[in-house]
């Protein structure tokens, strides 16, 4: 369903029956077909003990991993010239925090900025800090947040985050009161396949692999989501964070295919406790497959250590997987953090 909102607005109600997802309770669920998670406390708690120990190892960064932030901010702005108005643009990050450029707009995504992804000063700790500081970040106008993990829901980012009563907030059902209660004006709750037309922009929450918790008490009561992003410059899938499961062939289906896959590749080890989590490189190369993705590029790496695989491994492998199943070399993008690119030229029809 769309709703065009040019100006302000709420969605239109749910359909009257109940989709698969939603839990007589209150609470959500995957799609079918999904991997469950299993792992216990058997698993869990020697898997912290470990996680605990590698917090404290230091991390070799390679020299080209980041730009430098006076280069960052130059290409920023140069490929933000009005010049080159009528071209899509994607500044990583860090982790799955981008900066888009689509149909005029300026889209966020999961603004995991400062140095924890925690409550505040608790939590994992980044070893290399965000490609743009949020001081220089250009004016907002989509904050788009996956789901309420830490280190995708970012508290501290968002109370330093500019222009609160100004850009538009789209979340997935259930987190939308934690944007309201912190200032934010404009508050869209989307549910799976719900879209949201602005101007020339329109948004698309779909459905991803994964789950929601912000505190012991909470679990899964509010929707994960991946999102699209449709302009005249092209189609962006991004995919928040997810596991891989059969329902990507169903988003390929019926929303495909996409110019740019934005998918993460990071936090697969070990697979007994992750595998209903992360999709690891290879099953993040077949999600690009299933929806259609002519481009894709590796997220939710070097940033921050989750889990036990090495650091840099995750890009080693995407790059293979990805020319074992056919996509150019140019199709395969590992970015530099802080790294700004033009989006591909559009080769995909509009919905």
């Not at 109940?18 to 869990?44: C, E, I, Q, V």
């Not at 010239?81 to 994607?90: F, L, Q, S, Y």
């Not at 505190?215 to 005249?232: E, I, M, R, V, Y």
Request: glycine content about 10%; proline content about 9%.
């Amino acid at each position: 369903m769309a709703s065009k909102l040019p100006k302000r607005g709420t969605l239109p109600p749910p359909a009257e029956n109940t989709p698969w997802h939603h839990l007589p309770d209150g609470r959500f669920r995957n799609p079918p077909g999904s991997p469950n998670r299993t792992a216990g406390l058997k698993d869990m708690l020697p898997f912290m003990e470990r996680m605990f120990r590698h917090s404290f190892r230091d991390i070799d960064i390679p020299d080209h991993h980041v730009v430098p932030r006076p280069q960052a901010l130059a290409a920023l702005k140069k490929a933000r010239d009005p010049a080159n108005d009528d071209r899509g643009v994607v500044t990583w990050l860090g982790h799955a925090s981008f900066l888009l450029r689509i149909a005029g707009k300026t889209i966020l995504t999961d603004p995991y900025l400062t140095t924890y992804a925690g409550p505040v000063g608790f939590g994992p700790k980044r070893y290399v800090p965000s490609g743009i500081a949020i001081r220089d970040l250009p004016p907002i106008d989509v904050l788009a947040i996956s789901h309420n993990h830490y280190d995708h829901l970012d508290e501290t980012a968002l109370h330093r985050l500019p222009g609160k009563d100004t850009m538009t907030v789209v979340a997935p059902l259930g987190l939308g009161d934690f944007f309201r209660e912190r200032g934010f004006k404009f508050v869209v709750d989307m549910d799976w396949y719900q879209s949201l037309t602005m101007n020339d922009l329109t948004i698309k929450a779909l459905p991803c692999v994964h789950w929601s918790r912000r505190s012991g008490l909470d679990t899964n009561k509010s929707l994960w989501a991946a999102f699209s992003f449709d302009g005249p410059e092209g189609r962006v899938f991004f995919g928040g964070d997810t596991a891989y499961g059969p329902v990507f062939e169903e988003i390929g289906a019926r929303e495909g295919p996409f110019d740019l896959g934005l998918i993460g590749i990071g936090a697969y080890e070990p697979r007994r406790i992750m595998k209903a989590s992360h999709a690891n490189p290879e099953e993040a190369v077949q999600i690009g497959i299933d929806i259609g993705a002519r481009t894709l590029v590796g997220m939710h790496w070097g940033t921050v250590v989750l889990t036990e695989e090495p650091p840099f491994e995750p890009p080693v492998r995407f790059e293979a997987a990805g020319r074992e199943r056919g996509f150019a070399d140019d199709d395969i993008w590992i970015m530099r953090i802080g790294e700004t690119r033009f989006l591909p030229v559009r080769r995909t029809g509009n919905i």
